[in-house]
Every structure is written in structure tokens, then in C-alpha cells.
């Protein structure tokens, strides 16, 4: 049977993913990521997979890692791999409920990216029911920490790769269907002023403000931006009562470069911001960092010509290109293993309160991940 004209159904599909979505798993509740990774694991046990829950470190969630029986177990194969964690905080549902209206359906952290993860074990799903039998063996890893740079599951994911021939990431597709085959390089930074507190209603003049000069910084920091570097805050942190002087204050920024030596230069213009400004201390220091995944990769362009074809029977033709916004293919994709990354679903809104998926593309994006288990070899 062409696993192109597999029975996908869209109203099956919404159906299985509707306690996908109700179960809210933002990066930093681990208990409530451990909930969506519980759901995986019983439906991939189901399907007859060796199912691992793997526990969380560094206040995060754990891993869900489970390996489809083949004949060839413990050879290379195709490793999908994928995050259940989602920047919607707990209550979103509240303001965005799972629901569909005709050709789009809503929901937290459906795009980005539970919906892809879902088509990939309804590809599996949708195989073993036809009695079709991948050429290489399959393991799918659900990891708890991509929305906040993986810190605490590189190491597994990249030693998941290793054992593996091909990398398959359904993170969200392009509006085009295209597919992703080289990522930006992306470097996180903690920020950190220290000011002096005091009185701001009594003693304001005795008080050097952190807030003010964290202030100060972003503006210095975003205006460093320029074609081959960009620099962006995201995240601010301080004070507890408007009148005090805020004696400290955190922050988070975020560099993004297509090139690694532009990202290493950008690396050392953020450092070399560090210092004393007028009697508050800024400090930076280097968090977690995404390499540079290149196109040309070795085999990157074997995996996409099969990518291709499959679509040209799809009915389109699929385009593939670089992209900023890090995933975890950044890291296998760097390691020089064949991968492919937004195979997911189509759809828009992505981190906001209007997140929503085509969802024609649910059987499409399925049945390019099915052809692609096939014909992978």
C-alpha cells in the first residue's frame, strides 16, 4: 500500500489531539509537562513501543523516549524528535480554548508544537494498522525544555542522534509547506544590575536605581542589532515596592546570527558590556546556545530530495531553506547527522493568545511524515 493514501481523518486526528491541548504544559511546571508526557507515553505504549520516561533535571520536566519494534532494533534509524513543553502559561485555555471554526483550529501550543508531534505518531499509528513495515527502525524522544534553549536535554537528544541515521523534526511548516534545512545560530544571555537602594519618596538622591540602568542597557544592547547579528531583550525582572529604590534587576536577552563567527563577535560585544555605570554594576553572563545548522550539510540534501518527491505527489512543490527561531535540529543538524526540520503542521500565531493550525494540514503534513518513515533507508 502507498502510505500516501493512508486512511488519515481529520476529525479523527482533532479528536486525539483535543487532551493534547487541554493538558497545559508550559517549560517551567515541570508537574504539569510530566501530565503531557504521561499522555504520550500510555499512546505510543499502546501502539507497542519500548516506552522510557526519562526523569527531569534542573527543575524541569522529563523525557518520553520509546522505540517501535523492527526487525533491525539497534541499528541506525530515524529518530523523531520533538518538545511537549509551550510558552502558554497555565489558564490559557481560559482566553484560548481548543476549538475549531471551519478551516482553522485554536488552541495553546498547538502549532508549535503538539500538533506536529501528534501527526508523527498518527503516521506511525496509521503504518502499523496497514501492516507496513519501516525499512529502519523508528524512536520518537519528547523532551520537556525546547522553549527555553534546552539546557537540560541537549546531551540526550544529541546522544539519541548519534545512534541514528536520520533526524525527522516536526516543529511547525513553513505557510509555503516548505521544510527547514539549516538554522541560525542563537545565544541566550542573563543580565544582572546592582544598584543601591533607598527611600524613593524621602531619600531618592541616595538611591542609584538598577531598573534605571538596566533601562539604559537594552536600549544600548537592541541598538547593536545589524544585518549579521541581531540582540533582543525578552525578559525583565525587579522590584517589589514603588517606593524603594530598586537596588537589582534581571533580564534576559537573545542574539541570533546566521553565521557562527557572527554570533561568537556578537557573543564578545555583550560581554564586553559588562562593568561599572556610575555606581551600578552590570553583569552578563552567557547562557544556553544553539550552533549553527548549515544547509549544506552532509546527506541534508539526500533526505530533502526524498522530501521533495513525496510532495510532488502530495500535490506541491516544497521549498527548503535556512531559518532563524532555534529547534532542536539546530543541534543534530550540527552534528552533521541528516535532518529535517518543520515537518509539522501549518498555521500561524505561534506564541500568541491567537495560536491556530490549517487543518487541512493535519492529513498533508501526516502523510509526508508517513512517505518520509517509508522511504527513508
Known amino acids: 500500500m502507498n502510505p500516501l493514501e493512508l486512511p488519515f481523518d481529520t476529525d479523527e486526528m482533532l479528536t486525539g489531539l483535543k487532551p493534547w491541548i487541554e493538558c497545559e504544559s508550559p517549560t517551567f511546571d515541570a508537574a504539569a509537562v510530566n501530565r503531557m508526557m504521561d499522555i504520550a507515553a500510555y499512546e505510543m505504549a499502546a501502539l507497542g513501543a519500548t516506552v522510557e520516561r526519562i526523569p527531569g533535571r534542573m527543575g524541569f520536566?522529563?523525557?518520553?523516549?520509546?522505540?517501535?519494534?523492527?526487525?533491525d532494533m539497534g541499528k541506525p534509524g530515524i529518530l523523531i524528535s520533538g518538545h511537549m513543553d509551550t510558552v502558554h502559561p497555565i489558564g490559557t485555555l481560559d482566553v484560548l480554548p481548543f476549538k475549531r471554526d471551519g478551516d482553522i483550529c485554536?488552541?495553546?501550543?498547538?502549532?508549535d508544537m503538539k500538533g506536529g508531534n501528534y501527526i508523527a505518531l498518527d503516521a506511525?499509528?496509521?503504518?502499523?494498522?496497514?501492516?507496513?513495515?519501516?525499512p529502519l527502525p523508528v524512536t520518537v524522544l519528547f523532551t520537556p525544555d525546547e522553549e527555553v534553549g534546552t539546557p537540560s536535554t541537549r546531551d540526550l537528544i544529541e546522544a539519541e542522534a548519534g545512534r541514528n541515521a536520520y533526524v525527522l523534526v516536526p516543529e511547525p511548516g513553513h505557510d509555503d509547506g516548505g521544510v527547514t534545512i539549516g538554522r541560525y545560530a542563537i545565544a541566550r544571555f542573563n543580565l544582572m544590575t546592582k544598584g543601591q537602594p533607598s527611600h524613593a519618596g524621602a531619600r531618592l538622591s541616595d538611591g542609584k536605581s538598577a531598573i534605571a540602568a538596566m533601562a539604559r542597557k537594552i536600549g544600548e544592547i537592541e541598538d547593536m542589532t545589524g544585518p549579521d547579528c541581531t540582540f533582543s531583550v525578552g525578559v525583565i525582572h525587579a522590584g517589589q515596592w514603588v517606593n524603594c529604590v530598586s537596588s537589582s534587576c534581571a533580564a534576559e536577552a537573545l542574539s541570533m546570527a546566521k553565521k557562527q563567527e557572527d554570533l561568537d563577535a556578537g557573543v564578545?560585544?555583550?560581554?564586553?558590556?559588562?562593568?561599572d555605570m556610575n555606581g551600578v554594576e552590570f553583569i552578563v553572563e552567557r547562557g544556553v546556545t544553539r550552533p549553527v545548522w548549515r544547509p549544506d550539510t552532509p546527506g541534508t540534501a539526500k533526505i530533502f530530495d526524498i522530501a521533495k518527491d513525496i510532495a510532488k505527489e502530495l500535490g506541491f512543490e516544497m521549498q527548503g531553506r535556512s531559518?532563524?527561531?532555534?529547534s532542536d535540529g539546530n543541534f543534530t543538524g550540527a552534528m552533521g547527522i541528516p535532518t529535517l526540520d518543520s515537518l509539522g503542521v501549518l498555521g500561524a500565531g505561534l506564541h500568541t493568545l491567537n495560536e491556530h493550525i490549517q487543518v487541512d494540514s493535519l492529513t498533508t503534513r501526516a502523510k509526508l511524515m508517513a512517505g518520509l518513515l517509508m522511504r527513508l533507508a
Not at 124 to 132: E, F, M, P, S, T
Open 124 to 134: 506511525i499509528r496509521k503504518l502499523i494498522a496497514a501492516g507496513l513495515q519501516t
Open 323 to 326: 531559518q532563524g527561531g532555534g
Open 106 to 111: 485554536y488552541g495553546p501550543g498547538l502549532m
Open 268 to 275: 564578545e560585544r555583550m560581554l564586553a558590556l559588562q562593568g
Open 61 to 71: 520536566g522529563g523525557s518520553v523516549r520509546a522505540r517501535f519494534p523492527h526487525p
